[in-house]
């Protein structure tokens, strides 16, 4: 029998896996778009409120030798975040639009249901892997995290609570590692 695998990270990836992360870019556009009503208000009233996870997101995809190509902030309404996210979607040099916040279930967090309504193409994976590691650190809670992923105008788009805890997860655990394979696969066709 060939062999048809191969061991990459400590996985067996199959040849046709090695070969797309060969291919795939080594780095790639990040957009961080931050959905508070809080911040945001601070912001129009010229307060300072800092965006630890915006931040900690930017310096992450930094770490991973990924470029942050713009970031934005927006309230927690619906047409504001979708307004955004076209428009950051349409910008030559963004691979990856990632939505931090507004996951919760509260009436005010709209931040899934907006962006999922825009895909082209759902990345279920996304969320499931990001519950069941999520699982590992907070247990059954993990169930109440609503992390979603998919494509909107041929870019990837990631939603993530707002957390420090979830954006590191998602970021350092499954978003950047993947990033220039995911990017490959989008730009294929």
């Known amino acids: 029998m060939k062999e048809n695998r191969r061991l990459l990270e400590g996985r067996v990836l199959s040849k046709s896996v090695e070969e797309h ?7 790639v556009g990040v957009f961080l778009i ?13 307060r300072e409120l800092p965006d630890e996870s915006g931040d ?7 770490r991973f030798g990924h470029r942050v ?11 504001e975040l979708k307004r955004t996210v076209l428009e950051v979607a349409r910008g ?5 639009v990632a939505v931090l916040g507004g ?3 509260s009436p005010r967090d709209i931040s899934v249901e907006t962006v999922e309504s825009m895909f082209e ?16 650190a907070v247990g059954l809670a993990a169930m109440l995290s609503r992390a979603v992923a998919g494509t909107v105008l041929g870019k990837a788009v990631f939603v993530t609570p707002g957390s420090s805890q979830a954006v590191t997860l998602a970021f350092e655990k499954i978003i ?7 990017v490959h696969h989008i730009r294929e066709h």
């Open 121 to 136: 193409k759902s990345i279920p994976g996304f969320g499931e892997f990001f519950r069941r590691l999520s699982y590992e």
């Open 103 to 105: 996951t919760g279930l």
């Open 21 to 27: 992360r060969r291919r795939a870019p080594s780095s």
């Open 176 to 182: 950047l590692p993947e990033a220039g394979h995911l």
């Open 92 to 96: 030559g040099n963004v691979d990856i």
């Open 56 to 62: 900690l997101a930017a310096e992450l995809v930094a």
């Open 34 to 46: 931050t959905c508070s009503s809080t911040r945001y208000a601070a912001l129009r009233e010229g």
């Open 69 to 79: 190509v713009g970031r934005s902030l927006v309230p927690n309404v619906a047409e």
